[in-house]
């Protein structure tokens, strides 16, 4: 059936690159998120996959066939992929009914089977009842919905998002999360879903792209994008893990390693086979940072912000010994730290960033 | 997969080549023409046309009255519009809507009716002045017929024009240059000289290019005002040969007609220079500017605005129609010699205008129609291509359009008075050369706002249908056409009246059987007839009203600025 591999694909607009030498292999039915900051390459991914742009280099191939190459472009219309745009693209000219059955009618359905189709993919999207309905009368929910039956009556072999959710209301987003996620169980079809709520991305994804400037930066599942980035780029952007220098003291044992950051000696995840080198970066979360009380084993810094949030404070943090190095932590009820204040701080554990050009 | 590939090849080969073959029969060919018969007549290359048409004093003295006229209104519509936009935008006076209808419809009545309606006006047998009873002693000159009647009725034809174009720029300037200046001290009118009018230069500029283009290729008003003061402009003059001398004098007029088109380019080129020199783009987009209070000077300068409207609009519209009702020369109108025999003469008993209705009506609505249908698939090319040789192909269509079109007309003449090759087919002298020229200069009429509204249109629309399996014939059938067909007809529309009562191209390729509307109004005037020319127009200006009005119905369901009078 439907996987989709993504071979070394670069696609340049007039001389710059906005994707470059990327390759990604999404197995039949995964799920599978591209997340990344704005500009870096996400759209583009998703036009190459669906033919609208056509390669620089590199290929596309889905189910096994290639769709795209240097020599070779199927247009989009032969491809059988679905489509579900950040703006619906809802056809206002015709009604609900019509929207979803315009694939069926141009592949020549008969007229009973359309029916039953359309039938089925508006149950499939709970919105029977709006069948005749023109979308400029749905609400932003209900036209992604329709949205999304109109690219599932086609049963395509592989879906693409681009930022569904983007439109609508943090409400809203929750439960139509959940209905993405269900509506993938239940039908296993190939995803690709491209977002930048790094949130979104977690919960409903097998494995995440996470890309910047164009080039593929990790590529892994949302457990070890978080544990285990690949790289500084990975590490800062997801879930704004913070990035230390650290100099690495041992060889790798059982997964770990003993580092000294910011004086403090610190023992870390880390890759198989680190030995020590200088100069290297470790990744630490804010729930891997405490205050240390009295003299113990840690740094002394200046507290630069703390805001208050409900229930606990975030703080952050200025080492005494990395100027420039923002720390930042959770400091639950009682809040005693303020902005200016002096404080000694202990890091708890962290990750080794392998170093580059390894991942 | 490759089958795929071809078929789909296929389709966009025939909309490219279909799209070529059009530019190139519309645009390319009879242009290409023109400048052959001027340089290289007969296939051989020679300089004796241009120079036997340099020898000719009558040449120089139409070239100057030509570009003095063109100055003159160009200036007068450049003054009326550019006052006008500024005060409707930016001041607070009220009406704003009726205002700017009634500023823009002398735009949308045909020249020759806009002059026949003015020379009703004036003049010894006005029926007007009569009434009032201030009509001049016949056999006293009408002082339009003069150089500065013709530059009056110019500027009062094309200022709604400049009016558009400045509107359109003022509504783009950004409230927070205006402020800015405002709250370093200047006052209303300083800001106004140093913030606001130099910003609006590129639209003034613009505006003036495209005025001075229109009046150099007027030949409505010239020929109404100008032939009996025998002060002829090169289309009068082209006219003229032409009449006199039939397509013996063909050379002759087309280099005549190049000169002209050498003038307007003249006149595009000095503006792209200006332009360029100072390119403010403006690049935010904010809310406009707050209106400035005129306080007490509100009302006078209402009435100000509202007197225009009846100098420009009301009077002549009155003019005309006392005219159409007059049993005859000399004869003073009242209630009791009141008449509609003129209507009745020209709409059942006259056999050539008959005709001409007839003719004018299928013309203009087969020019539309085409326009329409092709304007889709072409403006697609255009505006959603990927090709950009495509888009050079844009400034193809504008030719006909840009020149004046007086140019178009010699260049049909040229390309169709020996039968077409291989076919045989011989349109000269029928209503199929006008036809063609109302296509060739039209077209761009219809593409332009379908290319606006392809633009406002989300192409993730076309896309949808893409993934869906749709080829691109499909697509065009099912979701791009009824998506984008109000603005391509209301451009139809547009040509529709455009064409409806268009003299400059049929006064010069009609003969008998394939009169226009145009051309009726003019021969019935050149003949004394002015009462049923007058007839006539009425009911020409009264069908404008009635298309506008209709336009306006639907108005809601077009893209911004598609039609010109809604504000
Ligand atoms: N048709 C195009 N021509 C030229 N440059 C383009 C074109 N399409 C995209 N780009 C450029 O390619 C880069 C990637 O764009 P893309 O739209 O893929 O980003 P994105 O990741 O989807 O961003 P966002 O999150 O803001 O939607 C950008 O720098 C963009 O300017
Ligand atoms: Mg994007």
Redesign the interface.
């Known amino acids: 059936m439907a996987g989709l591999s993504i071979h070394n694909v670069t696609k340049s607009f007039g001389g710059t690159n906005a994707l470059d030498d990327v390759s990604i292999d999404v197995a039949d039915g995964e799920f599978l998120a591209v997340l990344g900051p704005s500009g870096c390459g996400k759209t583009t991914l998703l036009r190459l996959i669906?033919g609208?742009e056509e390669v620089t280099g590199g290929r596309v191939s889905i189910g096994g066939?290639v769709v795209s190459s240097t020599e070779?472009?199927?247009?989009?219309?032969?491809?059988?992929?679905?489509?579900v745009?950040q703006?619906y693209?809802?056809?206002?000219?015709m009604s609900v009914a019509e929207n979803i059955g315009?694939?069926l009618k141009?592949?020549r359905v008969g007229r009973a089977e359309r029916e039953a189709r359309v039938k089925g993919a508006l149950a499939l999207v709970n919105m029977e009842q709006y069948a005749d309905r023109r979308p400029a009368n749905l609400s932003g929910g209900q036209r992604q919905r329709v949205a999304l039956a109109?690219?599932l009556v086609?049963e395509?072999s592989l879906v693409l998002f681009d930022e569904p959710l983007a439109n609508l209301d943090v409400h809203l987003r929750a439960s139509m999360e959940d209905e993405f996620a269900d509506f993938h169980k239940r039908t296993g079809t190939t995803i690709l879903y491209i977002t930048h709520d790094q949130a979104e991305a977690m919960a409903l994804a097998d494995r995440i792209a996470v890309m910047d400037h164009g080039r593929l930066m990790q590529l892994a599942t949302p457990r070890e994008l978080y544990h285990e980035p690949a790289n500084e780029m990975v590490a800062s952007f997801i879930s704004q893990g913070m990035v230390l220098p650290a100099d690495v003291l041992t060889d790798e044992k059982k997964g770990e390693c003993k580092v000294k950051v910011l004086g403090q000696e610190l023992v870390v995840r880390c890759r198989k086979g680190e030995t020590p080198r200088r100069n290297a970066r470790i990744c630490c979360r804010a729930s891997q940072i405490e205050a240390v009380t009295g003299k113990g084993e840690g740094f002394a810094g200046t507290i630069t912000r703390a805001v208050y949030r409900g229930g606990a404070a975030r703080v952050e943090f200025e080492p005494d010994g990395a100027p420039n190095t923002g720390l930042h932590f959770d400091q639950l009820d009682p809040v005693t730290f303020e902005a200016g204040g002096r404080a000694r701080l202990r890091l708890t554990s962290g990750w080794l960033i392998p170093a580059a050009g390894v991942a | 997969?490759t089958v795929?590939?071809k078929e789909?090849q296929g389709q966009q080969m025939a909309l490219t080549v279909g799209i070529v073959v059009l530019i190139v029969v519309l645009s390319l060919l009879p242009m290409a023409r023109l400048l052959q018969e001027v340089v290289l007549p007969g296939g051989r290359f020679s300089l004796d046309i241009i120079r036997s048409g340099l020898v000719d004093n009558t040449t120089w003295v139409a070239t100057w009255n030509t570009v003095y006229v063109g100055l003159g209104g160009t200036l007068l519509a450049l003054v009326l519009g550019v006052a006008v936009a500024l005060l409707v935008s930016l001041s607070d006076v009220r009406q704003r809507q009726a205002f700017v209808l009634c500023f823009v419809t002398p735009l949308m009545i045909a020249p020759q009716v806009t002059a026949l309606a003015w020379l009703q006006v004036f003049g010894p047998s006005s029926p007007m002045l009569d009434l009032l009873g201030m009509a001049p002693p016949l056999g006293t000159p009408n002082p339009l017929y003069s150089p500065e009647g013709i530059v009056l009725l110019l500027g009062i034809q094309y200022a709604p024009l400049v009016f558009l174009i400045v509107r359109a720029g003022l509504r783009k300037l950004p409230r927070e240059l205006v402020e800015a200046a405002q709250s370093s001290g200047a006052s209303w009118f300083r800001v106004l000289r140093t913030v606001i009018l130099p910003l609006m230069t590129p639209s003034i500029v613009g505006a003036a290019a495209l005025t001075f283009v229109s009046c150099v290729g007027n030949f409505g008003i010239p020929a109404f005002l100008g032939i009996p003061a025998n002060y002829l402009v090169l289309p009068t003059l082209i006219y003229q040969r032409l009449a006199g001398g039939g397509p013996a004098v063909l050379s002759e007029v087309a280099f005549l007609s190049v000169l002209i088109g050498i003038i307007a380019m003249v006149g595009i080129l000095l503006q792209d220079r200006i332009a360029k020199r100072r390119d403010f783009r403006i690049t935010s987009t904010s809310l406009p500017a707050a209106p400035y209070r005129l306080g007490r000077w509100r009302i006078p300068v209402e009435i100000g605005m509202w007197l225009l409207i009846a100098f420009i609009l009301v009077l002549p519209l009155i003019g005309l129609i006392l005219t159409s009702l007059v049993r005859g020369y000399g004869v003073t109108l009242s209630a009791d010699t009141a008449t509609l025999e003129n209507y009745r003469f020209v709409i059942l008993e006259h056999a050539a205008a008959k005709r001409a209705f007839v003719n004018s009506l299928y013309l203009s609505a087969t020019a539309a129609i085409f326009a329409v249908f092709v304007a889709i698939p072409l403006a697609y090319a255009i505006a959603w291509g990927k090709h950009r040789w495509v888009k050079a192909l844009n400034l193809a269509i504008e030719l006909p359009y840009a020149l004046p079109g007086v140019v178009l007309a010699i260049a049909s003449l040229l390309l169709f008075l020996k039968p077409m090759p291989i076919t045989g087919i011989h349109i000269y002298n029928t209503v199929w050369i006008i036809l063609y020229a109302y296509l060739a200069r039209f077209l761009v009429l219809a593409v332009r706002p379908t290319i606006t509204g392809y633009f406002q249109l989300?192409r993730?629309?076309e896309?949808?249908?893409?993934?869906?399996?749709?080829?691109l014939f499909?697509r065009m059938r099912?979701?791009i056409f009824?998506?984008i067909a109000p603005a391509a007809i209301a451009g139809g529309l547009l040509i529709f009246m455009t064409a409806l009562s268009e003299l400059t191209v049929s006064a010069l390729l009609w003969s008998s059987g394939s009169e226009t509307i145009g051309v009726i109004i003019f021969s019935f005037e050149q003949g004394g007839d002015s009462k049923y020319a007058a007839a006539v127009s009425a009911i020409m200006v009264a069908t404008t009203f009635l298309l506008m009005l209709l336009a306006s119905l639907f108005a809601n369901r077009l893209p911004d600025g598609v039609l010109p009078w809604r504000d």
Do not use: K
């Not at chain 1, 070779?72 to 489509?83: A, H, S, T």
């Not at chain 2, 896309?463 to 080829?471: D, H, N």
């Open positions: 669906a609208f066939s070779l472009n199927v247009p989009p219309e032969r491809r059988r992929v679905g489509i745009f703006n693209a809802l056809w206002p000219h315009y694939a141009v592949a109109r690219c086609a395509p | 997969m795929a590939f789909r989300d993730a629309l896309e949808a249908a893409q993934v869906a399996g749709a080829g499909t099912t979701i009824p998506l």
